[in-house]
């Protein structure tokens, strides 16, 4: 399975430049290409703070991956940002909570 995903993926982005050649895609088109990534990093982020595997659950991870997402929109330094997640997310989890 996983070399059939690699032989598709492969096939996929080499389909790109054969198909468009040296044509420009529509600014529209390229507008939601950049914001893929932080779309899928962001869906990520959440079903990893928010899943545990069999539903969704608000716990010790949640709290820290909030607590980072709050320093960052008061435009705090991400290192402290990052190092905030990890002392409540580790504070939480040290008082039980799962």
């Given at each position: 399975m996983i070399?059939?995903?690699?032989?598709?993926?492969?096939l996929i982005k080499g389909a790109g430049p054969?198909?468009?050649g040296s044509r420009q895609l529509p600014p529209?088109?390229?507008?939601?290409i950049v914001l893929?990534?932080?779309?899928l990093l962001a869906a990520l982020v959440v079903t990893t703070a928010l899943a545990d595997g069999q539903a969704i659950r608000?716990?010790?991870t949640a709290a820290?991956?909030?607590?980072?997402g709050v320093l960052l929109l008061v435009r705090a330094p991400l290192v402290a940002a990052v190092v905030a997640a990890v002392l409540?997310?580790?504070?939480l989890r040290a008082?039980?909570?799962a």
């Open positions: 070399v059939a995903v690699a032989v598709l993926t492969a054969l198909v468009l529209r088109l390229v507008g939601v893929l990534p932080s779309a608000i716990g010790a820290g991956v909030a607590t980072g409540v997310t580790a504070g008082l039980g909570v």
